[in-house]
C-alpha cells in the first residue's frame, strides 16, 4: 500500500508537458490566451496551409473577447526564419471585440515573426514575434511586445 501511495504521488508531482504556449505583451501588459467554448477553437493555434505556403497563428482569450493573429503568405514552403508583418502581404491583428476595435499591421505600423523552430516530425513550431498595429477608424495603436509560441500545428 505505501508503495502504491508513493508511486501516486511521485506521478502526480511530475511537470506535465506544456502541449500549447503562447503569451505576449498588449500595451505592456502580459497576455495570454484562454478559450473553455469550444465553437471558438483552441485557446491558440496554428496552421499550416496551401502546401506548406502560408503560415497562420490565431489566440483568442474569451473573457475579454480579444485575438491576437498574425499570418504569413509565401511562395515556398515555410521554414525557420524571419518575416515582417508589414500587412501588404504579411499581416498581423489585434481584435478586441468587446470595444469594436480591430488594428491592424500597415504602412507605419508593422511587426516581426521569427519562426525559430518547424519540426514536421512533432508537427511543433516555436517562434517569437512582435507588431504594432492601428484601428483606421479610431486610430487606437495596440503594441504586442515579447511574444512567443510553442504550438503543435495542423496542416490543410
Known amino acids: ?16 508537458e506544456v502541449t500549447n504556449n503562447f503569451k505576449c505583451k498588449v500595451n505592456g501588459e502580459l497576455w ?5 467554448d469550444l465553437k471558438y477553437g483552441h485557446d491558440a493555434e496554428v496552421h499550416l496551409i496551401d502546401e ?8 483568442y482569450q474569451e473573457g475579454t473577447r480579444q485575438t491576437i493573429s498574425f499570418a504569413i503568405f509565401l511562395e515556398n514552403e515555410v521554414r525557420p526564419g524571419s518575416h515582417i508583418l508589414n500587412g501588404i502581404k504579411n499581416t498581423a491583428e489585434y481584435e478586441d471585440k468587446s470595444k469594436n476595435i480591430k488594428c491592424t499591421s500597415q504602412l507605419g505600423y508593422t511587426g516581426k515573426l521569427q519562426i525559430l523552430t ?4 512533432t508537427k511543433r513550431v516555436r517562434g517569437t514575434f512582435s507588431f504594432k498595429a492601428v484601428d483606421n477608424n479610431t486610430k487606437v495603436v495596440a503594441d504586442i511586445s515579447e511574444g512567443e509560441f510553442n504550438l503543435v500545428y495542423n496542416t490543410y
Open 52 to 59: 506548406g505556403k502560408t503560415f497562420f497563428v490565431s489566440a
Open 118 to 121: 518547424l519540426d514536421k516530425k
Open 32 to 36: 495570454r490566451p484562454r478559450n473553455s
Open 1 to 16: 500500500m505505501f508503495v502504491l501511495l508513493v508511486t501516486i504521488l511521485a506521478s502526480s508531482c511530475k511537470k506535465d
